[in-house]
């Protein structure tokens, strides 16, 4: 089993910054898992935002963040991050971590979320 536990969140104006934090306890995290960051506003299926792959050798991010967040993981302290950057009021959403293992088609794993409220 992993537990996520997501904070960071607020309330930020347009064009300010935040970082999320993801942190995971339970199985050893760094042994073969990746993660990644998804959001999801009221009314709308959860959208992915990106991904890290378990060595943190590998990226990837969603069309509508790209150049904006940036994903990261330290796997001594057992957590993730998600930067973001020049913020928009469409990145408004509760924010979810989530794991899974490298082989695995799904996530397995998944924070409470966080709330990120973006003002313009």
């Known amino acids: 089993q992993v537990q996520l536990v997501e904070s960071g969140g607020g309330l930020v104006q347009a064009g300010d910054s935040l970082r999320l934090s993801c942190a995971a306890s339970?199985?050893?995290?760094?042994?073969?898992?990746?993660m990644a960051w998804f959001r999801q506003t009221p009314g709308k299926i959860r959208e992915f935002v990106a991904t890290?792959?378990?060595?943190?050798?590998?990226?990837t991010y969603a069309d509508s963040v790209k150049g904006r967040f940036a994903i990261s993981r330290d796997n001594a302290k057992n957590t993730v991050y998600l930067q973001m950057s020049s913020l928009k009021p469409e990145d408004t959403a509760v924010y979810y971590c989530?794991?899974?293992?490298?082989?695995?088609?799904?996530?397995?794993?998944w924070g409470q979320g966080t709330q990120v409220t973006v003002s313009s």
């Open positions: 339970g199985r050893t995290f760094s042994t073969y898992y990746d």
């Open positions: 989530a794991a899974r293992f490298f082989t695995s088609a799904t996530y397995e794993y």
């Open positions: 890290i792959t378990w060595s943190g050798t590998s990226t």
